[in-house]
């Protein structure tokens, strides 16, 4: 019998979690999905996208869908609801979820900011090109029309949105999708390496004050 090769990791494993023999979906090109978020039941999450630190991604009583390149930010939480089994939550492509928000049960079109802390709740739709400000409520059944500024709560229209915060809002998500591909390596680093790196860069710095002509360890090339 052959073991198989281990190696400790430096941070734990992501919580993947199946409800009623059902794990959830996860693309493999570009995803990252952090080592202290937790990924329950019938969920599917898209090419490129990202769950970052501390959130929550649930779809135990109904299902979850994530489009591609969209940020579900740290501490956020994706729920559903189970009423006369048709309250899902969807969120399309290209949406950034602040931190610490709630999506519950509830519609996120493409190319949408729900800002930090902010609630969108059962029932609710929020169209595409739409910003739900820092801390707005969205109530239940609420539609967000397109290309709308919606704060408070409950939240309301404040004004229609000025070109470049519509530009802005795709901009969001390539900028979270580059940050989330360089917390993909590091995470995914045992050990060994992270000490083979730290050589390195000690090699380097004795290089400079020593001998430049000095030979590199034999493992920086790998």
């Avoid at 610490?100 to 709740?121: F, P, R, W, Y």
Wanted: net charge negative; with cysteine.
């Amino acid at each position: 019998m052959e073991v198989a090769k281990y190696s400790e990791k430096l941070v734990p494993s992501t919580r993947f979690v199946a409800v009623d023999g059902v794990a959830p979906r996860v693309a493999e090109y570009g995803t990252f999905v952090a080592p202290s978020a937790s990924v329950i039941g019938d969920v599917t999450i898209g090419r490129n996208s990202s769950i970052w630190y501390g959130s929550t991604v649930r779809g135990d009583v109904n299902t979850v869908s994530i489009g591609e390149r969209t940020a579900i930010m740290d501490r956020a939480v994706i729920h559903v609801a189970k009423i006369q089994g048709d309250s899902p939550t969807n969120i399309g492509n290209n949406v950034t979820v602040g931190a610490g928000a709630l999506i519950h049960a509830a519609t996120v079109k493409d190319l949408c900011v729900i800002g930090e802390s902010a609630q969108v709740l059962d029932g609710a739709l929020v169209e595409s090109n739409s910003i739900v400000d820092v801390g707005a409520v969205v109530t239940p059944g609420t539609v967000v029309p397109g290309g709308e500024l919606w704060a408070g709560a409950p939240a309301k229209k404040v004004r229609e949105l000025t070109a470049e915060e519509i530009a802005s809002i795709p901009q969001k998500a390539r900028d979270a999708l580059e940050l989330a591909s360089m917390h993909a390596v590091e995470n995914s680093k045992d050990y060994a390496q992270v000490q083979e790196e730290e050589d390195w860069i000690d090699f380097l710095e004795d290089t400079q004050e020593d001998d430049p002509h000095r030979t590199p360890p034999p493992w920086h090339n790998r």
